[in-house]
Each structure stands twice: as structure tokens, then as C-alpha cells.
């Protein structure tokens, strides 16, 4: 059974879905950081290697995106909730405090889980967002691998495992971002890790 809803319907239904967090980041004409903190960020494709992130169609950083056609994508550690706020909030200095490195597809983050270089292929307009689709050209990963960041219903929280962990011949299986999902279990039991 369906029913009517409105924007803000829609938007509490969708933040019933888990998310981790980045920051994408890049510099303006005048070579000062920008960033804005987003959730749509994903895998796309393996070969060649494609993430996608939407945009806001109003966003003050995808003018900076679409000059620079480019953009570092840092995934979030759970210890940079704040940060990710800070990421958010307009007319500040969002790296005020902020430790970050240079780099050539734009800022890194200093203690996020991951650094990824990418370069813009494609976008798509959607509405009021903008659908881009870039390509990884280099990345880096946190040895202290730090727990991810994990956004659900407007608040900040962290990945903890309820189930045992992959059997490793499923856990080797490659896929997309890593995907594998148990062999020995059935669809919709616990065992399912991903789908
Ligand atoms: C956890 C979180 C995730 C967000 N994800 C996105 C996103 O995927 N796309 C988007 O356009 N805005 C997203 N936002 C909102 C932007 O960060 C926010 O609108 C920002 O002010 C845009 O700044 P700008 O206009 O300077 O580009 C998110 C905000 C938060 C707190």
C-alpha cells in the first residue's frame, strides 16, 4: 500500500537508510580549499574505476567542482562527526581547525579512513541535484584504518559487526566497493552481509 507523501516525507524516509560520510574537495579560482560534506557518494564501476556523487543543483562547491574537474573524495572517520557538520554549514571558513594535506585533485583530510583522487567524467542533471560521475585515479587508504563514520536519521554514529565474519573463501569473492555476500546462507537471514 502506498500514500501520498511530500519533500519532507521523503526525506525522513530516506534517511532511514545508513550512509557513511565524505567530504569532497577542491580549490576555488584563487587556489583556497573548498569541501562540502556528502553522503551520495558511491561505487560505480570497477573497470574502469567510477564513483558518483549528486550534488545540489544550488551547491556554491559544484561551481568549483565543474572549473576544476576534479575533486579528492575523503571517506569519513567515526571521529569526524563535527567536522562533517562543519563541512556543511554555510558562509564559514569550513577548514577553519581542520589538519589537512595538499594535493592535486584537492585537499586531503588528515585522520579520514580514505583518499581518493578523482577525475570528473560525466554529470547528469536529476532534479535539483546533478548526477557526476567521475573516475579514481589514485587513492590511498588510513593504515590505522580508523572506524567509518556512519550517517542515519540526521545523526552521527559508528559500524559495529552483529554477525560473524565472512568464511574466507566468500570474504576473498571481488566485486564493486568490495561486495561479497556468505555462501552458506539464505536470502534475508543474518548471515546475509550484503545484498
Ligand atoms: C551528512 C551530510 C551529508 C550530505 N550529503 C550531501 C550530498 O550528498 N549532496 C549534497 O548536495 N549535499 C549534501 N549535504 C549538504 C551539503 O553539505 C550542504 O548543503 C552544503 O552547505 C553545500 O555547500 P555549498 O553550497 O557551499 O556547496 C550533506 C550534509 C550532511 C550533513
Redesign the pocket.
Given at each position: 500500500m502506498v500514500a501520498p507523501f511530500d519533500p519532507t516525507d521523503f526525506r525522513r524516509a530516506l534517511g532511514h537508510l545508513p550512509?557513511g560520510?565524505t567530504v569532497i574537495t577542491t580549490t576555488d579560482p584563487f587556489g583556497r580549499p573548498?569541501g562540502?560534506?556528502?553522503?551520495?557518494?558511491m561505487s560505480v564501476s570497477l573497470k574502469p574505476p567510477l564513483v558518483m556523487?549528486?550534488?545540489?543543483n544550488?551547491?556554491?562547491?559544484?561551481v568549483d567542482l565543474r572549473r576544476s574537474g576534479g575533486f579528492c573524495a575523503n571517506i569519513l572517520g567515526s571521529g569526524q562527526g563535527q567536522l562533517?557538520?562543519q563541512?556543511?554549514?554555510?558562509e564559514i571558513d569550513?577548514f577553519a581547525g581542520v589538519r589537512w594535506t595538499d594535493s592535486a585533485a584537492g585537499p586531503e583530510l588528515c585522520d579520514a579512513i580514505a583518499w581518493m583522487s578523482c577525475s570528473i567524467d560525466v554529470e547528469h542533471v536529476a532534479g535539483d541535484?546533478v548526477v557526476i560521475i567521475a573516475e579514481v585515479t589514485g587513492l590511498r587508504v588510513n593504515p590505522d584504518e580508523p572506524e567509518p563514520l556512519v550517517?542515519h536519521c540526521g545523526t552521527?554514529g559508528s559500524f559495529r559487526e552483529i554477525v560473524e565474519p565472512l568464511a574466507a573463501g566468500a570474504a576473498s569473492r571481488p566485486g564493486v566497493g568490495g561486495y561479497s555476500r556468505a555462501s552458506s546462507a539464505g536470502p534475508g537471514t543474518a548471515g546475509q552481509a550484503a545484498s
Amino acid at each position: 500500500m502506498v500514500a501520498p507523501f511530500d519533500p519532507t516525507d521523503f526525506r525522513r524516509a530516506l534517511g532511514h537508510l545508513p550512509t557513511g560520510v565524505t567530504v569532497i574537495t577542491t580549490t576555488d579560482p584563487f587556489g583556497r580549499p573548498v569541501g562540502m560534506a556528502c553522503n551520495s557518494f558511491m561505487s560505480v564501476s570497477l573497470k574502469p574505476p567510477l564513483v558518483m556523487v549528486c550534488v545540489g543543483n544550488t551547491s556554491s562547491t559544484l561551481v568549483d567542482l565543474r572549473r576544476s574537474g576534479g575533486f579528492c573524495a575523503n571517506i569519513l572517520g567515526s571521529g569526524q562527526g563535527q567536522l562533517c557538520r562543519q563541512f556543511s554549514v554555510k558562509e564559514i571558513d569550513r577548514f577553519a581547525g581542520v589538519r589537512w594535506t595538499d594535493s592535486a585533485a584537492g585537499p586531503e583530510l588528515c585522520d579520514a579512513i580514505a583518499w581518493m583522487s578523482c577525475s570528473i567524467d560525466v554529470e547528469h542533471v536529476a532534479g535539483d541535484h546533478v548526477v557526476i560521475i567521475a573516475e579514481v585515479t589514485g587513492l590511498r587508504v588510513n593504515p590505522d584504518e580508523p572506524e567509518p563514520l556512519v550517517f542515519h536519521c540526521g545523526t552521527f554514529g559508528s559500524f559495529r559487526e552483529i554477525v560473524e565474519p565472512l568464511a574466507a573463501g566468500a570474504a576473498s569473492r571481488p566485486g564493486v566497493g568490495g561486495y561479497s555476500r556468505a555462501s552458506s546462507a539464505g536470502p534475508g537471514t543474518a548471515g546475509q552481509a550484503a545484498s
